[in-house]
Structures are given as C-alpha cells and as structure tokens.
C-alpha cells in the first residue's frame, strides 16, 4: 500500500552559496512531490509517494539557488533533472528551486 513519506533534505554550509547535491535514501520508484521549508527547521524535507516494502535506494536531490550561474554541464542545465519546486526561507531571502537527479 502507498503512503506519502517526508524525507529530510540535509543541507551543509556551502549550501546557500552555490546550491548543493543530496543523497537522500527512499523507496525504489518513489515520486517526488514537492519540498518546502517545514516549521523553523534550518534544512527542507521533500515528500515522495512510496510504497514502503520497496528496497531501498539513494536518490539525489539537486539544491539550486536563485541567482548564481550553474555550470552548462549540470544535469539541471542540460534537462535531466525533474523539476520539484521552489521553496522560500529566512522569511524569502533565501530561495532555492528543488530537482530529482534520480
């Protein structure tokens, strides 16, 4: 039976700069759904459609913010990267736009 599961994005210092990629473990052939800022915790979560009995596997969620240049050669630039969402912190100073590296 699926089940909508969150899943804590983690973020480390460089994050704000220059975006960031994360390893985020889930169910095989879960969907992503979207990501946001929940409560006043310092990293977002994403929420995925699961079925819970699948193997586990690594996803990577891609962290961009607006703003600086990304490299041509990032999956996000080339549009292999599934679009999740934008999301807003610090009261919207910090603005970051969420992609499912698979």
Not at 38 to 48: C, E, H, K, M, T
Not at 62 to 81: F, Q, Y
């Amino acid at each position: 039976m699926k089940r909508i599961y969150k899943y804590p994005v983690s973020l480390d210092e460089a994050a704000g700069a220059l975006g960031c990629e994360v390893a985020v473990e889930m169910p095989q052939d879960a969907q992503v759904l979207s990501a946001a800022w929940q409560g006043d915790s310092r990293d977002p979560v994403v929420w995925a459609l699961v079925d819970p009995d699948r193997p586990k596997v690594m996803r990577t969620i891609a962290v961009v913010p607006t703003g600086p240049p990304l490299p041509d050669e990032h999956p996000v630039s080339l549009g292999e990267a599934r679009f999740i969402g934008t999301a807003q912190t610090l009261g919207g100073k910090f603005v970051a736009h969420f992609f499912d590296l698979g």
